[in-house]
């Protein structure tokens, strides 16, 4: 199992910018694709980026030009460089394996997330 840790949440104002940063502790993180899903108070998680074991990336269309996945897989590490950060980007950030059920992940297989707040 895969035990995740992300960083780098904060508190900014509308226009701002944040760099995510995720620890994958796993020997086949470098062979996984890895995504960073949000949660916002009173909100289903989302997956609103991800990036697969080559480095082809995807984003869900409200973050796209404003958000940047990457990874480094020497490092196990999975990054999101957000910019022009919207207050209606407030949410819980985390990072995970994307794979067709993540919806179906117990509360176990996730990290404790790290807060993004941004005020207008």
């Known amino acids: 199992q895969v035990r995740l840790v992300e960083t780098g949440g904060g508190s900014v104002q509308s226009g701002g910018s944040l760099r995510l940063s995720c620890e994958a502790y796993?020997?086949?993180?470098?062979?996984?694709?890895m995504g960073w899903y949000r949660q916002a108070p009173g909100k289903e998680r989302e997956l609103v980026a991800k990036?697969?074991?080559?480095?082809?990336?995807d984003y869900e269309d409200s973050v796209k030009g404003r958000f940047t996945i990457s990874r480094d897989n020497a490092k196990n590490l999975v990054y999101l460089e957000m910019n022009n950060l919207r207050p209606e980007d407030t949410a819980v950030y985390y990072c995970?394996?994307?794979?067709?059920?993540?919806?179906?992940?117990?509360?176990?297989?996730w990290g404790q997330g790290t807060q993004v707040t941004v005020s207008s």
């Open positions: 995970n394996t994307v794979v067709p059920n993540w919806k179906e992940f117990p509360n176990a297989y």
């Open positions: 796993g020997s086949i993180f470098k062979y996984t694709n």
């Open positions: 990036i697969s074991d080559s480095g082809n990336t």
